[in-house]
């Protein structure tokens, strides 16, 4: 078989997979212009008279509420992990510390543990302490998921830094701020752009823990978004239509992005 034939037969698989993959969000985004009649019908229906009236019922259901507590809870929850992995990933890379090795599985062993076992204790401990239906608690709880991953996934970007550069640095008299700030930083600014991305998509997407620790004042889009589900039935149009609004944000963040994100996975965070 000819070089020219494997690739065309490769770029024919690879177009199918994206088609394959992309075909649920396209059909999400035509039910989300349907009457609920047409959506809900058991025939699929591709030409149809759009209308906005799912849009319209989300937006009354007050979804824009939502989507602000999931972009403050999701943001905070990348600054900090942002803030916090990049000094701590440093040590573990390009400083001397005693039992690298060690550290990295107890900061990976922490999720090895499912939410559902540590649940109630966290449950109990903000009905204590008064922390229930709080969008900065829940922002803080996202933080302290996600930071072991954007810990490691830093820690794999830093190992690309050349050490000859910050041996340089040091012998021009950088204090350490200075070192990560203006010599290591700049090189790795696309791998931190793809850990801040990947933590805000998993804060984002979160449902679990919004559910069970928020009620009405923090609840966020997953379990919004569950709500268009009940007894009496499913609400395929205004679902469609409001899942469409809840990816947008994470769709704009990773196209604004894309570029630093492609280099930063480049650099060794997946392998």
């Known amino acids: 078989m000819s070089t020219t034939v494997k690739n065309s037969l490769v770029n024919l698989v690879t177009w199918v997979m994206v088609l394959a993959f992309f075909f649920p969000v396209f059909w999400m985004v035509l039910n989300g212009f349907k009457p609920e009649s047409v959506a809900s019908s058991i025939d699929p229906v591709l030409f149809f008279t759009p209308t906005t009236e799912g849009y319209e019922l989300a937006m009354d259901r007050g979804m824009m509420d939502y989507l602000r507590n999931s972009f403050i809870a999701a943001t905070v929850a990348t600054v ?91 012998v021009d008299g950088a204090g350490l701020f200075r070192e990560i700030v203006r010599v290591v930083l700049p090189i790795v600014i696309p791998g931190v752009a793809a850990a801040a991305l990947i933590c805000f998509i998993f804060s984002w997407n979160e449902y679990f823990l919004a559910t069970l620790l928020t009620s009405s004042e923090a609840r966020t889009t997953p379990p919004f978004l569950g709500s268009f589900v009940d007894g009496r039935g499913q609400f395929l149009a205004v679902l469609s239509a409001a899942a469409t609004l809840a990816v947008l944000p994470v769709v704009a963040a990773g196209w604004i992005a894309q570029k630093q994100l492609v280099r930063g996975l480049s650099m060794g965070a997946v392998k």
């Open 80 to 170: 900090i992990c942002v803030v916090l992995a990049i000094p701590a990933a440093y040590a573990l890379s390009l400083r001397k510390v005693k039992a690298v090795e060690s550290a990295l599985s107890f900061f990976i062993s922490t999720r090895f543990m499912p939410v559902a076992a540590v649940v109630l204790p966290i449950y109990m401990i903000l009905k204590n302490l008064g922390g229930l239906d709080n969008i900065w608690v829940l922002a803080i709880i996202y933080a302290s998921i996600n930071l072991p991953i954007t810990v490691w996934m830093m820690r794999s970007f830093l190992l690309e830094v050349p050490f000859e550069i910050v041996e340089a640095a040091r």
